[in-house]
């Protein structure tokens, strides 16, 4: 497993999701319809709306998880904060960086990630 790395503008980063007062806050319909939209128009069994802090990502919103959530080494969205791209792992048993993640090897079981930054500093 490959831990992403810290983007350039971490400092600004956090400092922004701090000043948004998201963290660790109850659901909220407005994510939740996002995320299950998101579920229904892309077919997939689980969805979120995941915010990185220093040492975590925390799920806003969650459908097909138990979990709200993990450790920040070893998130996808950790990799997916480094670009304003759009960032796909079509097979994550199959790339580098994810083919022995805890969350590939074992539940939720992840193959296919697709995720976003869309909000920064």
Not at 11 to 27: F, G, K, N, V
Not at 56 to 71: D, H, N, V, Y
Not at 94 to 105: E, I, T
């Amino acid at each position: 497993m490959i831990p992403a790395p810290i983007p350039d503008n971490e400092p600004e980063r956090i400092s922004s999701l701090r000043r948004m007062l998201l963290m660790a806050t109850p659901d909220e319909e407005i994510f939740d319809r996002i995320v299950r939209m998101a579920k229904r128009v892309f077919n997939v069994p689980v969805a979120l709306i995941t915010l990185i802090d220093t040492n975590r990502q925390w799920f806003k919103s969650c459908i097909g998880l138990a979990e709200r959530q993990t450790s920040r080494d070893v998130s996808f969205c950790g990799h997916a904060i480094m670009s304003d791209d759009l960032f796909i792992v079509p097979d994550a048993t199959k790339d580098a960086r994810f083919s022995d993640n805890p969350l590939v090897v074992g539940e939720p079981h992840v193959i296919f990630y697709a995720g976003r930054l869309t909000c920064s500093p």
